[in-house]
C-alpha cells in the first residue's frame, strides 16, 4: 500500500509505509496517508475476538503495513504488550454503569495511552530502517504536552542506532509528568524544557523539520530527524486496534451483539485519539457517534460546531493539560479524508497564515454527520471525578472526566445506543492533587508527590506502578530554554554524531 501526503493535490510522490514512519512528516509538511482504508468484514472481527491482544494488533496492522509481515508485525506485538509491560490486559474495558463503560489504556510503563502507541512504535521504526536500508543516524525529535514525552523517552531508551530528544513546555505539565520525563534512564536520551505552551513547542519541532540548512548541517552529521508524536502514522495506526478489541470485547462480555453499535467519546489536543476511532469506523466497525471531548481550550469543539478553526484565542493551562492545545494537528488528516487534498492544502495556508479557517458547508455536514463536539469547564472536570467516584465507585483522571462530562451530555440528548465507550487515557495518579482536591474540595491541595499516597489512602486504591518512588530517582534534565533555541540544543545533542 502507497502512502501519500495529506497536501499532494496531484498524488504525484508515492511513499511506502516504511518511509512514512521513518521520516514523519511528509516533504512539503504534510501528514502521510495510505492510498485507501483497508476493510474488516463481520468474519474478521469475529475471529479476532478469540485472538490475544498482540494477535489483534499484529493482524489490523498488516493491513496497513504491507511492506512488514504479519510474522515480524506479530513479534514485534508480543513484545510491545508484553505481561512485563502492561499486565494481562493492555486496553482494558470496565464496566461503569450499564451502557457505560471505559477503555482504560494506561496500564503500560508510563501509565498513560501513549504507551499503546509508543511501546510499539520503535519496533517499527528499525524495521523500517532496515528495510529502506537506511544508515543515517534517526534522531527522534518531539514535542509533548505531557504524556507523550515519557511514553516515547521509554519506547525509545537504549535503542541501538537511535536517539530521542523531548522538548516540553516548563508550565505546561503536572509535576509527575516532569519528573518523569527530568528522571528518564537512558544514554540516548535528552530532555529539554522550553519557555512557552504546547503550541510553541509543537510549532518549533515543525518548523525545524522543515528547516533546510539545519537538516544539511545535521546531515554533515550523518543524522536525520524523525518524529514520535501523532503526526508520525507509525504511532498514529497502532492506535486503531484498540478501538477494534474493544469491540471485540463487548461482543465477548456480550455488552453488544455484532452490529450494534457502538459510540464513542474520546479526550481530545492533537485530534490523533479520535481519528483512529475514525478509521476503525471507517474500516467497517459497527461504530455510531464520535464524541470530541474537550477542555477550556475548545479550539475542535468550536470548529465541529461551525466550520470555523480559529486559533487567535487565549490559551488555557488547566487540570488536563495533555488536552492543552490549539493547533490539532491530525484534524489535517480528516480533512483530507472528507475534502481532498486540494482543499486541505488551503485550509493549511490559511492557518499558517491568518491562524484560522472555514470549512465550506458541505465538509461541515459531512464532519457534523459523524462527529459532536463537547467541552469542559475546570468546575466541570472536578465534579464528575467527584460524581462518579462517589456514585458508581470509579477513580478517573482529569481527562477521562472531560470525556465523562462530555457523553453524559450526549447521552441526555439521544438515544442511548446499547454502548457508550470512553476512552480513558491516563492513570489517576498522574494528576492525583487535582483528582485528590476534586474529591475533597474542603480541603488545601495537596503538592503533587504527596498527593499520590494521599489519594491512595483516601480512595483505598493502588498507585499506578510507574508512578511509585519517583521522588526518589535522580534528577538528570534540568535546563529550559527560550522557543528560538531549540535548535540550537539539538545541535549540541548531535555534536556526538560528528
Not at 294 to 320: C, K, P, Q
Not at 463 to 480: A, G, V
Request: proline residues 5%; contains cysteine; hydrophobic residues 40%.
Amino acid at each position: 500500500m502507497n502512502y501519500y501526503s495529506t497536501r499532494d493535490t496531484e498524488k504525484k510522490t508515492p511513499f511506502s509505509s516504511s518511509h512514512a514512519i521513518i521520516k514523519g512528516l511528509a516533504p512539503d509538511g504534510g501528514l502521510f496517508m495510505p492510498e485507501r482504508i483497508p476493510s474488516v468484514t463481520k468474519e474478521d472481527i469475529l475471529n479476532l475476538c478469540n485472538k490475544t491482544y498482540a494477535e489483534r494488533a499484529a493482524s489490523i496492522l498488516s493491513k496497513y503495513l504491507e511492506d512488514f509481515t504479519y510474522e515480524e508485525l506479530l513479534e514485534d506485538c508480543q513484545k510491545a504488550y508484553s505481561f512485563e509491560k502492561f499486565g494481562p490486559d493492555p486496553a482494558k474495558t470496565v464496566k461503569i454503569r450499564e451502557g457505560l463503560y471505559t477503555l482504560e489504556l494506561w496500564h503500560g510503563p508510563t501509565a498513560a495511552f501513549k504507551d499503546m502507541a509508543l511501546q510499539i512504535m520503535p519496533r517499527l521504526l528499525c524495521r523500517a530502517l532496515a528495510k529502506e536500508k537506511e544508515t543515517m543516524h534517526p534522531l527522534i525529535l518531539v514535542a509533548t504536552s505531557g504524556d507523550t514525552g515519557k511514553a516515547a523517552l521509554e519506547g525509545y531508551r537504549d535503542l541501538d542506532g537511535i536517539s530521542i530528544m523531548v522538548f516540553y513546555p516548563v508550565d505546561g505539565v503536572s509535576r509527575v509528568q516532569k519528573l518523569q520525563m527530568a528522571t528518564q534512564e537512558g544514554g540516548n536520551v535528552n530532555v529539554c524544557a522550553i519557555r512557552g505552551n504546547f503550541d510553541d513547542a509543537q510549532t518549533g519541532v515543525k518548523n525545524i523539520f522543515a528547516d533546510p540548512a539545519f537538516s544539511l548541517l545535521l546531515k554533515k552529521r550523518n543524522v536525520f530527524l524523525s518524529s514520535a508524536n501523532s503526526i508520525n502514522w507509525g504511532r498514529l495506526a497502532p492506535q486503531i486496534v484498540y478501538y477494534i478489541s474493544a469491540y471485540c470485547d463487548l461482543l465477548n462480555q456480550k455488552a453488544l451483539s455484532f452490529g450494534d453499535p457502538m459510540d464513542i467519546t474520546v479526550p481530545t489536543g492533537n485530534f490523533g485519539n479520535i481519528f483512529a476511532a475514525y478509521l476503525a469506523k471507517r474500516m467497517g466497525v459497527p461504530i455510531g457517534r464520535l464524541v470530541c471531548a474537550s477542555n477550556l481550550n475548545h479550539v475542535l469543539t468550536d470548529f465541529i460546531r461551525t466550520g470555523v478553526y480559529d486559533r487567535n484565542r487565549a490559551f488555557h493551562t488547566t487540570m488536563s493539560p495533555s488536552m492543552d492545545i490549539l493547533i490539532s494537528s491530525n484534524l489535517e488528516r480528516l480533512l483530507y479524508l472528507i475534502a481532498g487534498s486540494e482543499r486541505t492544502c488551503g485550509y493549511m495556508q490559511q492557518l499558517k497564515a491568518k491562524g484560522r479557517y472555514q470549512v465550506e458547508p458541505d465538509i461541515l455536514a459531512r464532519i457534523q454527520a459523524e462527529f459532536t463536539a463537547c467541552y469542559a469547564t475546570e468546575e466541570d472536570t472536578s465534579r464528575v471525578i467527584h460524581d462518579f467516584f462517589e456514585k458508581e465507585g470509579y477513580l478517573s483522571d482529569t481527562h477521562t472526566a472531560v470525556a465523562l462530562h462530555a457523553a453524559c451530555e450526549f447521552l441526555q440528548k439521544k438515544t442511548q445506543a446499547p454502548c457508550m465507550l470512553v476512552a480513558s487515557t491516563a492513570s489517576p495518579y498522574k494528576f492525583a492533587a487535582d483528582v485528590y482536591h476534586s474529591l475533597f474540595p474542603d480541603e488545601e491541595k495537596p503538592e503533587s508527590l504527596s498527593a499520590l499516597s494521599l489519594l491512595s489512602g483516601r480512595t483505598n486504591t493502588e498507585i499506578t506502578y510507574p508512578l511509585r518512588n519517583l521522588d526518589k530517582k535522580p534528577i538528570r534534565f534540568k535546563s529550559d530554554i527560550d522557543c528560538s533555541d531549540m535548535e540550537d540544543e539539538i545541535a549540541r545533542f548531535t555534536e556526538r554524531f560528528s
